[in-house]
């Protein structure tokens, strides 16, 4: 990606607030699109996303910083490379630093998380822990002032006494960051205490710096009129919008509110283009729905087990396969391009049967894995079951499987993170070689059936558990009912 001004305007501005798992890159762009000025990304935790690598992705026109297990912490792109704020959870200006160079030229500016007060950032010294430590916050904030060459700014809740918050602020600001965004609230107080306009206001006429707002979703701010009312009261040079924003993004519309349908499917049609793992898009569809969770649609969704079945579940099921299509056009265009990256199976002079493949969960069925798929072939053609053999490297410590299957062995080039990955990823390879199915969303196999939910009395513990990555479900025990009609545990997972 191109480089950028270094300089990002804090003035008058309205933002996008960072929030777990909501501030991924189909929400940033669709508060772009309703006329937000700058969007901060969800909290990464500086730990995380140091065992990231940078990944330019040709198929998406992003930059995905990917952990070691393959899994994008962070993803962007060029249309939001000017206004997108990355904001970090740290509590070591070291650490602090090294994903700041990370990420900087990708970002339009830095932010340090120091006013979540849950647990999860808390206990590692993060978030609002920092309020109670000055001298780290100065570290920390200087440290990256002086090492990075984008705009720094840290968002903070008050302090038990305005005297210690102004004193706290003016510390600060000494450090040459380029704004604080201010949540009007004490760190043990929570959305239903009411927002402290006045120590904001305090705040802001006491710094020189841009003091942007934070807080007023559950009070102030209903609609676009409402976030103006909001800064005028604080006194605040911007305004940064979380909870309103997320139950509708056009809350920064000018025109006024737009329909929350309209929104949604505005929202999955980003999700689908940019391939958002469809848990976090039905999260977020599920925080704008709120009390309409119960309607005959809300009830499609939260059946939903992937991104086909929410696009069908709002009428976007023809939009899915278009673009689905398109994105697998891509790929092969690019694999043509780079032989040596070439996916067809090759046998080598030991007899393996090998391609470079990896299972990605999120290409398939939550049901259906490639080892079952193999094993039912295997039952159907009155074959041997499939046999593994997985060994470790120490090196690394990850895993390659061999698998053999009618006395003709198959392995896949890449190695992975887990024994089950491995031997998913070898399944892979023997169905693809032989032209079988392989359990991928979208396909088509009369043999499997419609998974069977877990009855009351089993364990919800016990092997082959998936646990659901949305809020309000319970673990649920998946079955599939095989082609010779026994039941089995969801393999590999």
Known sequence: MIEHSLSLCYHNKLILAPMVRVGTLPMRLLALDYGA???????????????????????LSTVDFVAPDDRVVFRTCEREQSKVVFQM?????????????????????????MGCPKEYSTKGGMGAALLSDPDKIEKILSTLVKGIRRPVTCKIRILPSLEDTLSLVKRIERTGIAAVTVHGRKREERPQHPVSCEAIKAIAETLSIPVIANGGSHDHIQKYLDIEDFRQATAASSVMVARAAMWNPSIFLKEGLRPLEEVMQKYIR???????????????????????????????????QSSQEICEAFGLGA???????????????????????????????????????????????????????LLEWCR????????????????????????????????STLWDKSKKLAEQA??????????????????????????????PDQDPGGPGAQEQAVPGELCKKLFVALGSGEESPLEGW
């Not at 009155?382 to 198959?410: G, H």
């Not at 032209?435 to 939910?453: F, I």
Request: aromatic share 6%; net charge neutral.
């Open 270 to 304: 980003y999700a689908v283009q940019y391939e958002n793992h469809y848990t976090n898009t039905k999260y977020c569809l599920c925080q704008m729905l709120r009390e309409q969770l119960e309607s005959p649609q809300g009830r499609l969704l939260h059946a939903a």
């Open 426 to 455: 070898a399944a892979i390879v023997c169905l693809r070689s032989r032209g079988l199915p392989e359990g991928r969303l979208g396909e088509e196999n009369p043999s499997w059936h419609k998974r069977k939910r877990e009855a």
């Open 37 to 59: 000025d700058i969007v901060y990304c969800e909290e990464l935790i500086d730990l995380k996303m140091l065992q990231c690598k940078r990944v330019v992705n040709e198929v």
């Open 380 to 411: 159907k053609e009155k074959l041997a079951q499939p046999v593994y053999d997985t060994v470790q490297r120490p090196l690394d410590r990850l895993f390659c499987s061999v698998v053999t299957v009618a006395e003709q062995k198959y392995q």
């Open 319 to 373: 939009f899915y396969e278009e673009t689905t299509l398109e994105l697998n056009a891509r790929r092969a265009e690019l694999l043509a391009r780079t032989p040596e990256a070439a996916r067809e199976p090759v046998e080598d002079t030991s007899g393996v049967i090998k391609m470079a493949v990896k299972f990605d969960r999120r290409a398939y069925s939550p049901q259906i894995t490639p080892k079952m798929c």
């Open 89 to 113: 959870g740290t509590s070591d200006a070291d650490r602090a630093l090294a994903v700041a160079k990370l990420v900087e030229n990708d970002v339009a500016g830095i932010d340090v998380n």
